[in-house]
């Protein structure tokens, strides 16, 4: 008797163990969307270019809170750029300033992957490109400086 009810109990284990295998593999097909990985290269190129603008200001200031408090606002004027270029489109000096600025907002590819929207790799590409070309262009400032300074 306690083999026929082991035998029925391992029966219903097995059975619940391979539905929620199932489960699992149907969770596993239906979450993966490969614009989910241009997402996470967007995002890992943001704080790359995020961790270049640190390093530059690291390379000419002595205070902590100087090098955490820039690249922060630089970030937060970075995401506020397009909307800035808007409103100052016709004035040639705040256009000029804003040009400095890189543009944060063009790596926001998570919010139109949510809304539906197709991303195309071609577009995702010529994100990393923006982004690792400012990239560049501030780690060879950096380098600059860094290598004028006395330590």
Same mark, same amino acid.
């Given at each position: 008797m306690i083999r026929e009810l082991t035998q029925t109990y391992m029966g219903e284990t097995a059975a619940a163990v391979e539905s929620a295998n199932q489960q699992v593999q149907q969770l596993k097909l239906t979450?993966?969307?490969?614009?989910l990985v241009k997402a996470l290269l967007a995002d890992l190129t943001k704080a790359a270019l995020v961790a270049s603008i640190t390093l530059l200001v690291s390379t000419f200031s002595t205070s902590?809170?100087?090098? +955490?408090? +820039?690249p922060f606002m630089v970030f937060i004027?970075?995401?506020?750029?397009?909307?800035?270029v808007d409103i100052w489109s016709s004035?040639?000096?705040?256009?000029?300033?804003?040009?400095?600025?890189?543009?944060?907002?063009?790596?926001?590819?998570?919010?139109?992957?949510?809304?539906?929207?197709?991303v195309p790799w071609t577009h995702v590409i010529q994100i990393m490109v923006y982004g690792l070309g400012r990239?560049?262009?501030?780690?060879?400032?950096?380098?600059?400086?860094f290598t004028r300074r006395e330590i």
């Open positions: 979450v993966f969307d490969v614009d902590l809170v100087f090098n +955490v408090v +820039v004027a970075g995401m506020l750029r397009g909307a800035a004035h040639r000096l705040a256009m000029a300033v804003l040009a400095i600025v890189p543009d944060f907002g063009l790596f926001n590819l998570a919010d139109e992957i949510n809304l539906g929207n197709a990239m560049l262009f501030i780690v060879l400032a950096a380098h600059m400086i």
